[in-house]
């Protein structure tokens, strides 16, 4: 049985949610399908096809590299080989050589780390003291915080059972904040309720986690790979994961958090791959992590299939080369658009 929508839902969303629920019941989950998709959007967002990924960049003089680079190159290699970043030197005297992204991008004198992503600002990630003559210990702390932490290890077991994670970033205001809690919890509940007539059933329901406001200057790698904002923090934030860490849909912010938002979005990840849905919700942005073979052993017991065999990426690229906003591998699948789009362009393949 549906709930009555909060009183910040407008009228025109909750009918659209009951149209989208009916055609859930009827298109999606509710009849028998001829050749259907044997992975869900959830387990497409298992499998990696994004070449780009993200950058750790270094900017210093020729001088500094010379001293930085034996220092701190062993270090990012070993903490970054399973990951999905990648490490990038530029030489601050040769600015005329460096990427065109960078064109417009302002860099301190002295040395400086970056993370960079597509379609994202630079985020600043020098460490707190210089960085030359630091302990090896240090290096370590400091580049192992980029790709991993306990909440981001959190975050990976739940994607592993769960069906999905709603994220919350706390907002500096109590009551929004248990206003936005309730929704995901309520929109959770709801999901959990579908999730047995799903093509592909999950047995752990949405979870939800929240970032704690104090939190987030800690944790502003991760938010800001998701892009949403670890600065502008009046307002709560919410983003919806699936998969290997990939958000699915857009970025929420304050009002726009609400159950029926949260629920549609929700529902999304559990349809058939071979729908006609907006490509880039089954590869939106990822969050930078290490995912070794312990990760690669435990994600094929859980799916059942292997997100790493080749023949799996093939058939994943021809489902995402084709349909609406079709990806191919190394392109740049960040770019989404609304949740209106994309159920009113739905269709079953059959």
């Not at 500094?64 to 270090?75: G, I, Y």
């Not at 993370?115 to 994202?120: A, I, V």
């Not at 979005?265 to 729908?275: K, N, P, R, S, W």
Request: charged share 25%; proline share 7%.
């Amino acid at each position: 049985m549906l709930f009555a929508p909060a009183s910040k839902t407008t009228r025109r969303g909750w009918c659209f949610f009951q149209a989208f629920c009916w055609w859930v019941l009827l298109c999606g989950w509710g009849l028998p399908r001829v050749a259907a998709c044997k992975y869900s959007v959830r387990d497409v967002a298992f499998v990696d096809l994004d070449r780009q990924g993200f950058e750790w960049i270094v900017t210093a003089s020729r001088a500094e590299l010379d001293v930085l680079r034996p220092e701190w190159q062993p270090t990012s290699q070993a903490l970054f080989l399973d990951s999905n970043l990648q490490p990038r030197w530029l030489d601050l005297d040769q600015t005329d050589r460096w990427p065109s992204f960078l064109d417009s991008a302002s860099f301190p004198a002295g040395a400086s780390f970056h993370l960079y992503r597509p379609g994202l600002p630079l985020l600043d990630v020098s460490p707190s003291t210089s960085p030359e003559g630091m302990e090896q210990a240090q290096r370590w702390t400091h580049l192992e915080g980029l790709v991993k932490n306990p909440l981001r290890e959190r975050l990976i077991d739940q994607l592993m059972e769960a069906y999905a994670v709603i994220l919350l970033v706390e907002g500096k205001q109590a009551e929004e904040n248990q206003r936005v809690a309730q929704a995901a919890q309520r929109a959770a509940s709801f999901i959990e309720e579908l999730m047995p007539d799903m093509p592909k059933p999950v047995d752990v329901p949405p979870q939800v986690i929240m970032i704690p406001h104090q939190d987030i200057g800690k944790e502003r790698a991760l938010i800001w790979s998701l892009g949403m904002d670890w600065q502008a923090t009046e307002e709560p934030q919410a983003s919806i994961l699936i998969g290997r860490g990939r958000r699915l849909g857009p970025a929420l912010k304050g009002d726009a958090i609400t159950s029926v938002q949260l629920q549609e979005m929700l529902a999304v990840a559990g349809q058939d791959c071979e729908c006609d849905l907006d490509r880039s919700w089954m590869q939106g942005p990822r969050m930078p992590m290490a995912w070794g073979p312990e990760r690669q052993q435990a994600s094929y017991q859980w799916l059942g299939f292997d997100p790493e065999n080749p023949l799996v990426k093939a058939e994943i690229s021809r489902i995402l080369s084709r349909g609406r906003n079709a990806i191919r591998v190394g392109s740049d699948p960040h770019d989404t658009q609304g949740l209106d789009m994309l159920l009113l362009g739905y269709s079953e393949e059959v």
